[in-house]
């Protein structure tokens, strides 16, 4: 199902956001978009309990289990971040590539939280140099078009190395 732009920005925002492990907004906005999701056609049972919040007040992170299923059922399951770091940053810069994850969360987490588990990759150290000194380098920062196909670099790299990694006992 196609998703109207605002509404899948909106979520992918939550999907940032949770990844961070901080969900940012009201209750009310959640609700909201809840109503235009029904709206689309995607009429579920936590759909219809967070379209019941719209007009409340309070932060997101009262229902933040209504928010994780409501992700899942369009399609944006919120990144387990308890996986191996292989495997989360395949999932970030997956998800960064295809655009369900904001750019900026993604490469945050894949920079500062994942770079040094997954032992300094030149990939994800060429990340950080294009976002960081692009300035040095370059007249124009990078295009959301070129730090996806950074990502999706990211994401090859990091399907070899889960690939050699012996799922959990």
Wanted: glycine content about 8%.
């Amino acid at each position: 199902m196609r998703l109207p732009a605002e509404v899948h920005d909106y979520l992918t925002s939550l999907r940032g956001d949770l990844l961070h492990g901080r969900l940012v907004g009201s209750v009310a906005d959640a609700g909201w978009v809840a109503c235009d999701l029904i709206g689309a056609g995607l009429d579920t049972p936590a759909m219809l309990e967070l379209a019941g919040h719209a007009l409340s007040i309070g932060s997101l992170s009262e229902i933040e289990p209504l928010i994780r299923q409501v992700l899942s059922e369009c399609g944006m399951p919120p990144i387990d971040t308890r996986q191996e770091p292989w495997a989360v940053a395949r999932d970030i810069s997956l998800t960064m590539r295809d655009g369900t994850l904001p750019i900026s969360s993604g490469a945050d987490f894949l920079i500062i939280q994942l770079a040094e588990k997954c032992g300094h990759p030149p990939e994800i150290t060429e990340l950080m140099i294009l976002i960081d000194d692009w300035e040095a380098i370059r007249t124009t920062p990078p295009s959301d078009d070129e730090l996806r196909a950074y990502a999706g670099k990211i994401a090859k790299v990091a399907e070899t190395h889960t690939a050699r990694t012996p799922p959990p006992a």
